[in-house]
């Protein structure tokens, strides 16, 4: 009886180690090191962030939410063509993560490049059509190209979409602007 209880430990102590070993070095380690990164961001903790979130991308290169966390992370950290390399990765390696062409398409509007995050936007919108605060972007993406038109039916949608929330108050008052606007010019 002694040696079969022993030889159940040493079957489970080799099992653990394997796992632990895998977890170390495989693609658990990745999960764990983006998940340390994720959890870093939300804390406000940009540089130790990046570090573990590099970690990650380089264990796990076709980890797109490792990509997506570092490009936040570098975001933060000013290192903006960094952030949208790696969020450019992120969409190029789960292209239909509404959240992932929504944070391209934020990245390239700080770059002035809103006619770039237009596309995103839509491939956003249509993965979430209902989505209000994706339609108010959209509508400040189109009023950077001078869409008004756009911009207006957008800003209508997300008016819809939002209701009497914060954002449907935000969405409501861009909306009011932007009608002034157009009322002002000869």
């Known amino acids: 009886m002694r040696g079969w209880v022993g030889g159940i430990a040493v079957a489970t102590l080799v099992i653990a180690l394997v796992v632990v070993i895998a977890v170390e070095l495989g693609p658990g380690r990745a999960w764990l090191l983006t998940s340390d990164g994720a959890a870093l961001l939300s804390e406000g903790r940009y540089a ?76 956003a919108l249509a993965l979430e059509p209902r989505a209000a605060d994706v339609r108010l972007l959209m509508a400040e993406a189109l009023r950077r190209t001078g869409d008004r038109a756009g911009m207006t039916r957008e800003y209508r949608a997300a008016v819809r979409l939002a209701g009497v929330t914060a954002l449907g108050v935000l969405a409501r008052v861009q909306l009011r602007a932007a009608e002034a606007d157009d009322r002002s010019k000869p």
């Open 48 to 123: 130790p962030a990046a570090r573990a979130l590099t970690q990650a991308v380089a264990l796990a290169p076709d980890d797109a939410r490792a990509h997506f966390q570092l490009g936040l992370a570098y975001d933060e950290l000013g290192e903006h063509a960094a952030a949208l390399g790696q969020v450019e990765d992120a969409v190029r390696l789960a292209p239909r993560r509404a959240r992932y062409e929504v944070g391209l398409a934020g990245l390239l509007l700080d770059a002035a490049r809103a006619p770039e995050a237009l596309p995103h936007l839509r491939a």
